[in-house]
């Protein structure tokens, strides 16, 4: 069966102020514009839609924080004036539509109130992930030059309390933008200190604040900016639109997860991800279902049961997270002993993403839940499947190490390196024919021509995925690999780029490469190889620990950059390009071909000789 979708019948499910007219303005591809006159609000659709229509007493969130022992729960109405309550406070700070606001939270109810209410306020929030460090967030500030920031005084890692504040300071002191104010939640955990004229805390100005109403936008209004790695230091801020968000997450809800309006669906991510901007705030909002926001791990929350008891007692209905958490669970728990606590009947399929699902995963996971386990594939830049096992359309057979078939609104095809297309069963490049569908994003904050060159251009009437893989006699697509220095690190997109501008910047480093190894519990991870400048006598291991703290220090330790070997030298073509390729596979162990155009060959043993048995 070949579904195809109606996006102009689609668009009648939302509400509009002013609906539109027209479908879709492809006058300037790649800068396609879905329902260009339409005029509407995300926020609106999120949340006072609901209640006007009934729901306000319905569970619209509902936040779990093993880390420190809380719950609490919003229903629609509730959520609504505390969104509102937001709004108001940020405009009276001067906060209005289109004005940038940074928000820099952990995983508690007030990053999705932030959220929500710059969508109130057409304001264009920008969500940085909370593993990252004061230098990423330094580049996030200056590239997204927000008035406002939102902030906590600290999150809650199993092992320690991260304190945000200073981080934040930090930033702001690095960067050259500065934000007019800093709303800042103190958690009990922590107190934060406050600059004089600029932070204001967030149980001051928040709760009495007048409550503010929706603002209508654009259809094409931006509705945030999400930052995601790319193949340079610089990340791309991916701009997602209102309109087409909102019908685009609204249909996947029910045609991808199958889920209905008052159930409860959980994607176990974090907010500052694409799968916490669309799975867990504005999908499960804009279908009117009950989201789940976790403040915790899946081990060591108190254990490998935390997640079962999330099902069980929230009555979870579909669960989504990524394949590294299941790896995790398996690893302390392998026979799922936990899971015999808990009653899961009410849960009713699991879907896997962000990295690519191993067989052995699919299969541990399946045999445990008894119920599909549904790998799927998707982007930041798409913000939505674009290949998936849609259970509220037609189920398809499971084939395990693919996320099944294009879904309606993708036309996926892999070419070859002339931008050929190849036939079934062929590895090329994973590219998508344009138009992308609504919801897809529509630029690169600032940088337009960054936006054609990246994903355009090198196929021309296409989107470059930047994956490689193959589709199958069945069309059955298979993700293999990134084609690009983007590695996977337990489901968080890292660029080995950007680790490498910190080694090349450690005054003893002469040349550096950062490659993404195989890791069993994590995917990937990343792993360096420096030479050192001629003359350099400090100790080794002084060097390398002083590396491996400053990448912690400048991206995070999200980035899990703990392996760094020195070498004498690094393998590289005849003409300069170092050989990063061979080197994952002699650190994977895995077979590799002497590439022809290699300089000198011999390097390669002393490669391997680092790194081949780490
Ligand atoms: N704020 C501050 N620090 C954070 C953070 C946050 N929001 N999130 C992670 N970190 C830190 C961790 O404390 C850890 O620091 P450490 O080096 O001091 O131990 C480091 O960043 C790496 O974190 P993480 O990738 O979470 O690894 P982990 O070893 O703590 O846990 C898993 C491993 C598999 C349990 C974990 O990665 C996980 O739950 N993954 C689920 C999948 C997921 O959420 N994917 C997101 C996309 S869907
Ligand atoms: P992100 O933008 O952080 O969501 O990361 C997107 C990248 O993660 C993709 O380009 C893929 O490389 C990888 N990815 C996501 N989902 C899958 C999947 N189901 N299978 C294989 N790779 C995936």
Redesign the pocket.
């Known amino acids: 069966m070949t579904v195809t979708v109606d996006w102009m019948s689609e668009a009648q499910n939302i509400y509009w102020y002013e609906a539109p007219s027209r479908l879709l303005d492809e006058s300037r591809p790649p800068f396609y514009r879905w329902y260009p006159d339409g005029v509407t609000n995300a926020c609106y659709n999120a949340l006072d839609l609901h209640v006007s229509q009934g729901r306000g007493d319905q569970l619209a969130l509902i936040a779990d924080s093993p880390v420190t022992n809380h719950k609490s729960s919003y229903s629609y109405a509730q959520l609504l004036e505390a969104v509102a309550r937001c709004a108001g406070a940020m405009a009276a700070q001067g906060v209005s539509i289109g004005d940038r606001v940074l928000i820099y939270m952990?995983m508690i109810p007030e990053a999705v109130i932030g959220m929500l209410a710059c969508a109130r306020l057409g304001a264009v929030h920008s969500v940085v992930?909370?593993?990252f460090a004061s230098h990423e967030l330094a580049v996030r500030i200056d590239d997204a030059t927000p008035r406002l920031i939102l902030s906590a005084s600290c999150?809650i890692?199993p092992?320690r309390v991260?304190a945000y504040k200073p981080l934040l300071d930090d930033a702001i002191d690095q960067a050259a933008h500065k934000p007019d104010c800093c709303i800042v939640v103190h958690r009990p955990e922590l107190e934060a200190a406050m600059v004089e004229g600029r932070d204001l805390a967030w149980h001051d100005v928040v709760p009495d604040a007048p409550l503010h109403d929706c603002v209508p936008v654009p259809a094409n209004h931006p509705l945030y900016i999400l930052y995601t790695s790319g193949t340079t230091g610089q990340p791309k801020g991916v701009v997602r639109d209102t309109a087409g968000g909102i019908v685009a997450l609204k249909w996947s809800m029910k045609s991808i997860y199958n889920v209905s309006p008052g159930e409860v669906f959980w994607a176990?991510?974090?907010v500052?991800?694409v799968?916490g901007h669309s799975y867990i705030v504005y999908g499960p909002l804009f279908s009117g279902n009950t989201t789940l926001l976790y403040e915790g791990?899946?081990?060591g929350t108190p254990d490998a049961g935390a997640y079962w008891r999330v099902i069980e007692e929230h009555n979870v209905r579909v669960l989504f997270?990524?394949p590294?958490?299941f790896?995790?669970i398996r690893k302390e728990d392998p026979h799922a002993q936990l899971m015999a606590d808990y009653d899961l009947t009410g849960l009713k399929a699991l879907f896997l993403?962000?990295e690519r699902c191993d067989p052995d995963t699919l299969h541990w996971a399946e045999e445990q839940l008894s119920v599909p386990v549904i790998d799927h594939w998707w982007q930041t830049e798409t913000g939505w499947p674009i290949c998936a096992n849609c259970l509220g359309l037609e189920a398809l057979p499971v084939v395990p190490g693919s996320p099944a078939r294009a879904v309606p609104g993708y036309d996926v095809v892999v070419l070859d390196e002339q931008g050929e297309l190849v036939e079934a069963n062929i590895i090329g490049a994973l590219a998508i024919r344009l138009p992308l569908p609504p919801g897809t994003f529509t630029t690169l904050w600032n940088a337009d021509e960054r936006f054609e060159s990246a994903y355009f251009s090198r196929f021309p009437g296409f989107y470059e995925t930047g994956d490689a893989g193959y589709i199958d006699d069945n069309g059955y697509v298979f993700v293999m690999a990134r084609t690009d220095d983007v590695i996977n690190?337990?489901?968080?997109r890292l660029s080995t780029g950007a680790m490498e501008e910190v080694l090349a910047a450690h005054p003893d480093v002469a040349e550096c490469a950062v490659i993404g190894v195989a890791d069993a519990?994590?995917g990937q991870l990343p792993l360096g190889l420096i030479v050192l400048s001629d003359g350099v006598s400090r100790p080794d291991g002084d060097i390398v620990s002083e590396v491996v703290a400053s990448v912690r220090e400048a991206i995070?330790?999200?980035a899990?950059f703990k392996q760094c070997y020195i070498v004498k030298r690094l393998p590289k073509t005849r003409s300069g390009k170092i050989l990063r390729r061979t080197m994952r596979d002699i650190a994977d162990g895995q077979p590799f071909k002497v590439p022809a155009t290699i300089d000198d060959p011999s390097i390669l043993d002393e490669i391997r000789a680092a790194i081949g048995s780490r």
Do not use: N
């Open positions: 952990p992930f909370g593993g999150g890692e092992s991260v176990a991510s974090d500052g991800w799968v791990k899946p081990v997270t990524a590294t958490a790896r995790a993403a962000g690190v337990a489901g968080h519990l994590k995070g330790p999200v899990a």
